[in-house]
């Protein structure tokens, strides 16, 4: 991305925007459903989408549903780590499969993480196997998901 690109990208006209809310709404929206409401040219809206695809400021993925594939027991980790491996603990964690999301946090706990697993034991051994394995984890917390009531991918 040229110095150019990147100082386009500070000023976000409306047409950015209404980009980002559809394809946030609908990731598989159309170009020329998106040109209709606007009443500008496909080929605007393309290459709209394109450079901020280009600039990292969209991408647009596939959102599971955790639950729908046989995934009952979620939870979010707190995580204490020996101070000098935080990092160290942070790349090791988040390379675990059940693992879906981890952040380095300032604060009570280092490292948040948030789980998905099939159910209660699957979870034990997550804990007991996997994330005291890791050296330099000191201790955790975990919160187990009873309902969500909001989830939003921003």
């Given at each position: 991305m040229t110095i150019q690109n990147a100082k386009n990208l500070q000023n976000l006209d409306e047409t950015d925007l209404f980009i980002i809310e559809a394809m946030r709404q609908d990731g598989r929206s159309s170009f020329a459903q998106m040109a209709e409401q606007l009443g500008i040219a496909p080929g605007t809206i393309r290459s709209r989408y394109n450079r901020l695809v280009e600039a990292g400021v969209l991408?647009?993925?596939?959102?599971?549903?955790?639950?729908?594939?046989?995934?009952?027991?979620?939870?979010?980790?707190?995580?204490?780590?020996?101070?000098?491996?935080?990092?160290?603990?942070?790349?090791?964690i988040s390379a675990f499969e059940e693992v879906i999301y981890a952040i380095v946090v300032s604060g009570r706990y280092d490292i948040i993480c948030e789980v998905v697993c099939r159910d209660h034991e699957h979870l034990l051994r997550f804990l007991a196997e996997k994330l005291y394995s890791v050296e330099g984890v000191r201790e955790s917390e975990s919160f187990m998901h009873l309902k969500i009531i909001k989830e939003v991918y921003f």
């Open positions: 991408k647009v993925v596939a959102v599971t549903n955790p639950l729908r594939m046989g995934y009952r027991t979620m939870a979010m980790i707190g995580v204490r780590t020996q101070g000098d491996k935080m990092l160290e603990v942070a790349e090791k």
